[in-house]
């Protein structure tokens, strides 16, 4: 699969403040980016998604940008929630239909 | 209920003795995949199918199996398993249509410890 980075790695915020996870990735062929959250001790489960024809996309406290020109998305949470505390993986389908997944960005939200 | 289940959940092996770890979806799903989840590594994709006997190999295929003889059963089979093969074990299943893609279903994960 192509190669999906993912930044941070590890991100601590205030609760109420936004946090903000970055992935890029290499195949401008690329048309599917989901986020996934994974509670600790849990299976992933999808957040939210959005796919190439789109730049933006909204659902609640969550949005996703995408920026094809310079090849990276971006997860955006406002308002954190401790509930928010997990690990988020960023996702990326290419020209091989294969999907495949950052590294993975542990958030934390401190009360 | 719509679920993805995968068995066993717990495994503690020895290196070399064959095991396989089943997976079922009844979504009507046509596309499966597996994933092994290592620290710092993210998840990252073993074997995926499109369709019944439809498989194509992932990022890290080297070691596993596979096979979709029946659109709801994916199994992972490890013929000879060793060390590096220790990971948390996940199957998924989407509705992928045509060209679009979709949520992917995880299953609850499999331990698998090879000693």
């Known amino acids: 699969g192509e190669n999906v980075e993912q930044h941070p790695s590890t991100l601590s915020v205030q609760e109420g403040d936004s946090a903000v996870i970055k992935c890029t990735y290499s195949?401008?062929?690329?048309?599917?980016f989901p986020w996934y959250k994974q509670e600790l001790g849990k299976r992933p489960q999808l957040i939210i998604d959005?796919?190439?024809?789109?730049g933006e996309k909204k659902d609640q406290r969550i949005a996703v940008t995408l920026n094809k020109t310079a090849k990276h998305f971006s997860l955006h949470i406002t308002e954190t929630q401790p509930e928010d505390s997990a690990v988020y993986f960023c996702?990326?389908?290419?020209?091989?239909?294969?999907?495949?997944f950052g590294s993975g960005t542990q958030l934390t939200v401190l009360p | 209920e719509a679920q993805v289940t995968q068995n066993p959940r717990y495994l503690i092996t020895v290196t070399g003795k064959k095991l396989t770890v089943t997976c079922s979806q009844n979504?009507?799903?046509?596309?499966m995949s597996w994933y092994r989840q290592d620290p710092g590594l993210g998840l990252r994709q073993i074997y995926y199918?499109?369709?019944?006997?439809?498989?194509d190999k992932g990022d890290v295929p080297e070691g596993y199996k596979v096979s979709r003889k029946e659109k709801r059963n994916f199994p992972l089979i490890l013929e000879s398993p060793s060390p590096n093969q220790t990971s948390l074990y996940f199957c998924?299943?989407?509705?992928?249509?045509?060209?679009?893609?979709?949520?992917?279903?995880f299953g609850p994960g499999t331990r698998l410890t090879v000693t």
């Open positions: 998924a299943s989407s509705p992928r249509g045509g060209v679009h893609s979709y949520e992917q279903y």
């Open positions: 195949d401008s062929a690329s048309n599917y």
């Open positions: 959005i796919r190439s024809n789109v």
């Open positions: 996702g990326e389908e290419g020209s091989a239909r294969q999907l495949t």
């Open positions: 979504m009507n799903h046509e596309y």
């Open positions: 199918s499109m369709n019944v006997e439809v498989t």
